[in-house]
């Protein structure tokens, strides 16, 4: 599917490369066993070559709840599922992460307990399941994105202040574990914090409802932001490496995301003023006792547009 047919369904994308440790030259042998003895679910990252994650997020137009329910539909009636399973394999990427939703309360896939406390929201298509349905025969993998229990849209509408959050939570990520059962792989979390190990099995039961076999990944953005390397969850399956920049083959670790004024230097550094940058690689297939993996963008960073690139020479040197 074209960038011009994205844009024409107002469905803004963002892909990302993903890659596991044996994509990497030289890269140590993939492990089936975590070093604390237990299955490393994950262990298909490592022994194949790299993912695509597609940020697909659905923004209808409306002047009513109505109108913009049938521009939801509209929206993903036209998603092109020929195309872009066709363009996905031209990557040779051996899994696709893909967005279930985020940040606009309007969802890919039709979900009974989201539409009972949100009617509307949910399209008619399931849009996730087909793809789950259309990559299996191709030996592909699907990894399901979804922020976690602590973003706005997500607590706004599960949330219904019965004291009964985030069971809800749960029970809506079950839902659809329990629906795509063997045919998604894992799941990739964001924006998530600290909890006891008693809520994160809770959690992770709920994904792994319908596969067992599920690798989950829960972010805290702990390669971008220069917090502490390990996965906030321990008992994560996979680390998940979300990742600004590569630099020289290594990943920077200072965060680079505005605020603050972004520059390239003389040696075509993307630096920001002020601040060191700082770099990491690990020595080897674990992260803080998990399979590592590393998440980034294929083009710019996050929200980083060209316009704020500026050039910043060394004395004496010319600029065109």
Same mark, same amino acid.
């Given at each position: 599917?074209?960038?011009?047919q994205?844009?024409?369904?107002a469905?803004p994308?963002s892909?990302l490369?993903?890659?596991?440790s044996?994509?990497?030259?030289?890269?140590p042998?993939?492990?089936?066993?975590?070093?604390?003895? #237990?299955q490393n679910?994950? /262990?298909?990252m490592?022994?194949?070559?790299f993912?695509v994650?597609?940020h697909y997020? /659905?923004s209808?137009?409306?002047n009513t709840?109505?109108?913009k329910?049938a521009?939801?539909n509209r929206? /993903?009636?036209q998603?092109d599922?020929?195309?872009?399973?066709r363009?996905?394999?031209?990557?040779?990427a051996?899994?696709?992460?893909? #967005?279930?939703?985020?940040?606009?309360?309007?969802l890919?896939s039709p979900?009974?307990?989201?539409?009972?406390k949100l009617?509307? +929201? #949910?399209?008619?298509?399931?849009?996730l399941l087909?793809?789950?349905?259309r990559l299996?025969?191709?030996g592909?993998?699907?990894i399901v994105y979804?922020?976690? !229990?602590?973003e706005?849209c997500v607590k706004e509408?599960?949330?219904?202040?019965?004291?009964?959050?985030p069971?809800? @939570?749960?029970? %809506?990520?079950?839902?659809?574990?329990?629906k &795509?059962?063997a *045919?998604?792989?894992?799941?990739?979390f964001?924006s998530c914090?600290p909890?006891?190990?008693a @809520?994160?099995?809770q959690? *992770?039961?709920a #994904?792994r409802?319908?596969?067992? !076999?599920a690798a989950?990944?829960? =972010?805290?953005?702990?390669?971008?932001?220069g917090?502490?390397?390990?996965?906030?969850?321990r008992?994560?399956?996979?680390h998940?490496?979300?990742i +600004?920049?590569?630099?020289d083959?290594?990943?920077r670790r200072?965060f680079l995301?505005?605020?603050? !004024?972004l520059? /390239?230097?003389?040696?075509?550094k993307?630096?920001?003023?002020g601040q060191e940058?700082k770099f990491?690689?690990?020595d080897g297939? %674990?992260?803080?006792?998990?399979?590592w993996?590393g &998440? &980034?963008?294929?083009d710019?960073?996050f =929200?980083?547009q060209p316009k704020? &690139?500026?050039p910043?020479?060394?004395?004496g040197?010319?600029t065109?």
């Amino acid at each position: 599917m074209s960038r011009r047919q994205f844009q024409t369904l107002a469905v803004p994308v963002s892909c990302l490369s993903l890659f596991a440790s044996s994509a990497l030259a030289g890269a140590p042998t993939p492990q089936a066993t975590r070093p604390d003895g #237990t299955q490393n679910r994950a /262990v298909w990252m490592a022994q194949g070559s790299f993912g695509v994650m597609t940020h697909y997020l /659905v923004s209808p137009k409306g002047n009513t709840e109505a109108e913009k329910t049938a521009d939801l539909n509209r929206i /993903v009636n036209q998603f092109d599922m020929d195309g872009f399973i066709r363009q996905f394999q031209e990557t040779g990427a051996d899994w696709l992460i893909f #967005t279930l939703g985020q940040g606009t309360r309007y969802l890919c896939s039709p979900s009974a307990i989201y539409d009972a406390k949100l009617p509307g +929201h #949910t399209p008619r298509r399931d849009l996730l399941l087909e793809l789950a349905q259309r990559l299996q025969p191709l030996g592909k993998r699907l990894i399901v994105y979804f922020p976690s !229990e602590n973003e706005p849209c997500v607590k706004e509408v599960l949330d219904s202040g019965d004291g009964k959050y985030p069971e809800s @939570y749960f029970a %809506f990520l079950r839902e659809y574990s329990t629906k &795509l059962g063997a *045919l998604h792989h894992g799941w990739w979390f964001d924006s998530c914090g600290p909890h006891p190990d008693a @809520y994160w099995e809770q959690w *992770l039961a709920a #994904t792994r409802a319908g596969n067992p !076999e599920a690798a989950v990944a829960f =972010s805290g953005a702990e390669f971008c932001c220069g917090a502490p390397l390990g996965p906030i969850c321990r008992l994560a399956d996979y680390h998940a490496g979300e990742i +600004h920049l590569l630099e020289d083959g290594k990943i920077r670790r200072d965060f680079l995301y505005p605020p603050g !004024e972004l520059y /390239v230097d003389a040696a075509a550094k993307l630096r920001k003023r002020g601040q060191e940058a700082k770099f990491y690689l690990p020595d080897g297939p %674990f992260v803080g006792g998990v399979q590592w993996h590393g &998440l &980034l963008p294929i083009d710019l960073t996050f =929200s980083l547009q060209p316009k704020q &690139l500026q050039p910043n020479p060394a004395p004496g040197l010319a600029t065109r």
